[in-house]
């Protein structure tokens, strides 16, 4: 009965969201002035083009989600998730057990959703997550987001969409960021990007740090047994970075980089400070630090030229993931004695390459074939045991094709094979204290289709159409992993499946207003679930959940007058699990609203006001809850000389004491201060 329930208001609210996504529709033959035709962002033409991966279509912003350099300046937003939060559909999530950020695209965590930096995977190996907020965004241009239906080339696994990095390009003979900055009395930050181009070379380099002691809590925030308030203990964090590459352009359709990054990071991890009685670190807290969290990565980029209409593009790359996590006795962190005290040790490396062939096989016609490889090798082990060795590859290969039919309508197929194999999986008996091998795992075959159509009704409006067959891989945690003694491995998982379906909507409504409006609609099957009692007290992975996401984005920009502008984003999200309606879908909100507004009573100066709600979010799948909050923050700005502004800003206005995880409180009232030096010798 309670599923009927769910069923029919489920079903009842698509209806309605169908109307929200047509009601704007219902404007489109009025059109405006072509002065308010949808504005571009002044960094579109200097984007380093050949670390993009995108459709091939006529407006890139039907397809993917963009947020740019200027954006992230603008707003103080210094890491990678806190950047994202601000598009519409995106959510940001905590695993507070593990102190890591992630974010979640439209319903899909960072397993379903890859990382990439410049097209190149930077997720972890071993479970296909990675720690957001050790990836600040000092050194980049750009941050790309691709909801369901995204681009063949980035491969396999992208069963919800794909995040990329797009790092910065030199376009003058010298150009210079420089940024230093305060954040409290307990934080500070500095950053340096310095690059040249002469023409047929260029180099770019940066360099960032970012430390903090510790964040305040808000004061609403009620003690606890093991936080008693103030500065949250255990929360320090340090991050720093190099960013170096390369290039050489002997053409203007030819290009070449090297490149090279290295991350270095540590962080505490602060204990579970809420009240839910059944969850078992209530009683029983972590007492974890992470010593290191590090990753490098070396890589190679291409694009070949072929005459007019053909082209080779080359990816490979060489990236090691590096990691600790110590655990102590107490909140001291001094003493590892008692029987859950460890140090584990994570020693990664992945490396791979693609191949991308693009052409025109007739005038309105764009082909891409697309081949890759990836090898994963996972090593782990606790101090005084032996080094398990975990290795898989996967090998790929797409076709994407665009066709043009008219001046209004383009129709994009895609097809991807992909196939994994697991190489290597090794168990450790601690009893005994010896290494085996795990049963051999068949190869895991998986062939994705997708298909998007896009028509133009004139040029300030137009409306877009796809749909997708995707799948993600079992990760290697999710096959061999024993949970600390409560799981039984499954090397035979086979990968999820997701039908996903976009309607969107993208143009002028009146003058100066554009919006953007998507209706979605996602359907999953042989989802990965853990299924209780196996044997007994003993779950296991398996392919036994379906499950339905639907929702609606609504955007809009509106230029008030000529120095005040105006952005808000509507996201909602329904999740129903239709295996067992019982167990909740936890860490996203089903409703966030942002709004931004930017005011400059004068060029020199400008004034940014921002209000974040997120409803209520469940943390655990048997019901505990993240109560909704809202967040509003403001910025001033100033532009002191020529190539030298001054930031300072609050945050958390009104000290709200809110939760992205029950039992992890954010932080409360902060204050930052930024001086920031710049310029170009074009």
Known sequence: MLFQTQRFLFMKNIKILAFLFLLPIAAFSQKPDSSSAVRGDSL??????????????????????????????????????????????????????????????????????????????????????VDLSRFTAFDLSAVDVSKGFSSVVYGPNSLGGAINLISRKPFGKFEYDCSAGLINSDGYRGAVNIGSNYGNFYFQGGASYLHRDSYLMSKEFQPHNHENGGNRKNSYRTDQKINLKIGWMPNEKSEYVVGYINQQGKKGNPVYAGDDKLNSLYDKPRYWQWPYWNKETYYFLSNSSLGDDSYIKSRVYYDIFKNSINSFDDSTYTTQKKPYAFQSMYNDYSYGGSLEYGTSIFSDNKLKLSAQYKEDIHRENNAGEPIRRFEDNTLTFAAEDTYKFSDNLEIIPGVIYSIRKNITAEDYNGSSKTVTDFPRAQPSPAFNLQLGVFYYLNENHNISATASRKTRFATLKERYSYRMGTAIPNPKLNPEIANNYDLTYTGNIVEKLTCKTSLFYSRLKDAIIGVSNVLPGKSQMQNTGEAEFAGIELSAKYDVAENIRAEVNYSYIERNNLTDPSVLFTDIPNTKVYFYLQYNPVKQIGIIASAEYNSLRYSTSYGTKSPEFTVISAIISGQVLKNINIKAGINNIFDNNYSLTEGYPEEGRNFFLTIRFFGHNI
Do not use: H, W
């Not at 995108?54 to 397809?63: C, G, H, K, N, P």
């Not at 890591?100 to 990382?115: C, I, K, N, Q």
């Open 44 to 129: 579109a033409n200097k984007m380093f083009k050949l670390g993009e991966v995108v459709v091939t279509a006529s407006r890139l912003s039907e397809i993917t989600e963009r947020v740019t350099q200027r954006d992230m300046e603008l707003r103080n937003l210094f890491d990678v998730p806190r950047a994202m939060e601000k598009l519409p559909g995106i959510s940001i999530s905590a695993s507070g057990a593990r102190n890591e950020t992630t974010v979640s695209v439209r319903g899909f965590d960072l397993r379903a959703v890859p990382v990439y930096m410049d097209g190149i995977p930077v997720y972890v190996p071993y479970d296909g997550y």
